[in-house]
């Protein structure tokens, strides 16, 4: 019976998607865009929820358009949709005049918008100027490159902004970006998530922003939920960032507070952290490769051209940081063999990726003609894939004359995989997860199992759930209270001035609060029953089952007072520290867990906003 109901509720949206188009029953939401160089909220993208007209339920846009697409409405959609968000805007654009909207224009139908100048009457009709709209095309649904241009060229001349959408994914097409030359690049969530952990996504990001800098573009990464995710986007280049780590999309009643992000400055401080500690350790590094590569010219320049090789793999075996060294005339001929330890990475050895032979031709490499041609000692080049074994590396190539007085060059490889991917994957391979696994009983195996799945749902810090724990089960719990008809309640917490901890004691002494606040967390709720995850830095979430809320807030009180009573002695030191909690309470009523958590957020942004130190709940801010 379930895939029937399923059925017939799918029908049902569709026959009412006329109702939904006639009497706009659409919610709009608003997610902030952040331009961190600037320390400000740039601008604001326009979102729309449905709303069925039985059940008062929100439709993702993706079914929306899925029904009106059915119904042949798409075109009327799309345009009751950004009437919906430029009206909602347009509240927001006279009290913040500097400010963009961004708005998704549906690319299937750019054809039938080209000509019509409705979106120009729309703008007009609220008087906004059409510099603050940024219209959002989704390229990978683009038919038809030429009223793509076409369309791209005429808004431009009224003054609108153009951005291309989710590009890096899909069917994305490097030339429509030559094509339409955007304003703006928007780079698809699916290239943001752990780029920090992929040096290739990292490489295609790089990529993107080279090439709008190039074109005069802004680049905007989607869809970053992590401050290491955002740090990268720093790093690599990124102009503006959105996403979950800065703010959900929201609803806005009152036009200010959503230009206020208490995200940002802590950012632009952990991200010059982060890059004076990279500038710290790629120096150090650089000192360690110079030295070796230093040493081992000392040592070349002693010995005959005959004997390059054994000198080389006496070198390699006492710095086996060497990924393999070879050695060049002053015309990029190789004289001597490509020395390397031959299990010191995996090695691919194929038809493309193999070791250079003795009299190869080096001359178009790019550790040598920039060498000669600039007549420079010593060149390091930028990261590439070695041919010689497949890896990620980069060749350090310096000149030198040995006792027969003759030019060469030495030329040694580096491997520059992140060192954090290699440590981690020899802890895999050196424990029993991965060897000896045919010796053990099925009770040992299970209990391997068990602590691999435990690993992956477990925050490593705090031994508390984690983000991915959190998603998955409050989905399942959110279900079963329905079904049950039990009320379940949420307790967001935040540890006030967190950074000041940091800041005061050092990082060390940030990790050891956050461990101790666990304690005292799980130790006011049921155990076996409630349970707490790691939301994200100093954020946690509390989820207390078959609780109403009088009982979420005397638990969010007790955990409160708990903290604010506590005195964290780390080393000499007495740490104090206080929190602000939002709690949220659901009965009878579906809501998605973006919802419950959003509610249980917008009660501590309360809290947090009346002082802190406090909780906040649906009853106590009525």
């Known amino acids: ?23 706009q029953r659409l919610i709009v939401f608003f997610q902030p865009v952040i331009s961190v160089s600037r320390k400000m909220v740039s601008g604001l993208e326009g979102l729309i929820r449905g709303i069925n ?24 959609l799309d345009r009751v949709c950004r009437d919906k968000v430029i009206e ?51 390229e990978t649904k683009v038919q038809d490159n030429t009223a793509l241009k076409r369309f791209a060229d005429t808004y431009r001349q009224f003054g609108f902004m153009v951005a291309l959408d989710d590009v890096g994914t899909g069917f994305s097409n490097m030339d429509r970006i030559l094509l339409v030359k955007p304003n703006i690049i928007k780079i698809d969530i699916s290239l943001v998530r752990n780029i920090q952990n992929d040096y290739y996504k990292q490489g295609v990001f ?35 960032i959105q996403g979950y780590f800065f703010g959900k999309p929201q609803g806005v009643y009152n036009g200010s507070h959503i230009f206020i992000n208490n995200r940002i400055e802590p950012l632009t401080e952990r991200f010059n952290e982060y890059m004076h500690n990279k500038i710290r350790e790629e120096r150090k590094r650089e000192k360690q490769l110079n030295m070796i590569v230093n040493s081992s010219i000392k040592e070349l320049v002693t010995v005959s051209c005959e004997k390059f090789d054994n000198k080389l793999l006496q070198i390699i075996w006492a710095n086996k940081i060497i990924e393999c060294a070879y050695i060049l005339d002053e015309y990029g001929i190789q004289l001597s063999n490509t020395i390397r330890i031959c299990d010191k ?30 007549s420079l000692k010593k060149y390091v080049t930028e990261p590439y894939v070695s041919l010689a074994t497949g890896n990620l590396c980069i060749t350090i190539s310096k000149v030198f004359t040995n006792v027969d007085n003759k030019k060469y060059i030495l030329c040694m490889d580096f491997n520059n995989t992140s060192d954090s991917a290699l440590e981690l994957m020899k802890d895999i391979t050196t424990s029993d997860m991965g060897i000896g ?16 799945n435990e690993e992956i749902i477990k925050d490593s810090l705090t031994n508390t759930f984690n983000r991915r724990y959190l998603e998955e089960r409050l989905l399942v719990d959110l279900f079963n209270s ?20 940091n800041d005061n004691y050092g990082h060390l002494a940030g990790d050891y609060v956050l461990k101790e606040f666990v304690k005292i967390a799980k130790y006011n709720i049921r155990s076996g029953l409630d349970w707490i995850a790691r939301y994200g830095g100093e954020e946690f979430l509390i989820v207390l089952l078959n609780s109403d809320e009088n009982i979420a807030y005397t638990v ?3 955990v409160r007072k708990a903290i604010e009573n506590a005195e964290f002695q780390y080393n000499e030191d007495t740490i104090r520290i206080t929190a602000s909690l939002g709690t949220y309470t659901i009965d009878s009523k579906r809501m998605t867990c973006e919802q419950l958590i959003d509610h249980a957020d917008r009660n501590l942004y309360r809290a947090k906003n009346s002082g802190r130190n406090k909780t906040i709940g649906l009853e106590n801010w009525l």
């Open 345 to 374: 990475n995996e090695v691919k050895e194929n038809l493309i990726f193999y070791s250079a032979k003795m009299g190869t031709d080096h001359s178009m490499e790019k550790y040598y003609y920039p060498l000669i041609s600039a």
């Open 482 to 501: 329905s079904d049950k008809k039990q009320p379940i309640s949420i307790i967001l917490v935040d540890i006030d001035h967190f950074k000041k901890v």
């Open 206 to 240: 790089k990529s993107l922003v080279n090439l709008s800098n190039k074109i005069g573009a802004i680049v905007i990464a989607e869809g970053v939920e992590t401050e290491e995710e955002a740090i990268q986007i720093l790093r690599l280049g990124g102009h503006m």
């Open 88 to 138: 909602a805007f347009s509240y927001i654009y006279h009290q913040n005049k500097e400010k963009l909207l961004f708005i998704n224009v549906d690319a299937s139908i750019l054809d039938k918008v080209e000509g019509s100048n409705y979106l120009i009457h729309q703008v007009e009709t609220y008087k906004i100027n059409p510099r603050n709209i940024v219209i959002e095309i989704n």
């Open 1 to 23: 019976m379930l895939p029937l109901r399923g059925c017939e509720f799918e029908q049902q949206e569709i026959s009412d998607i006329r109702e939904i188009i006639k009497n």
């Open 437 to 452: 696994i045919s010796n053990k009983s099925i009770t040992e195996i299970n209990q391997i199992i068990d602590k691999m």
């Open 53 to 76: 007209p039985h059940t008062n339920q929100t439709i993702s846009p993706i079914r929306l358009f899925d029904a009106a697409l059915k119904e042949g409405l798409t075109l009327e």
């Open 556 to 558: 969010a009180e007790k």
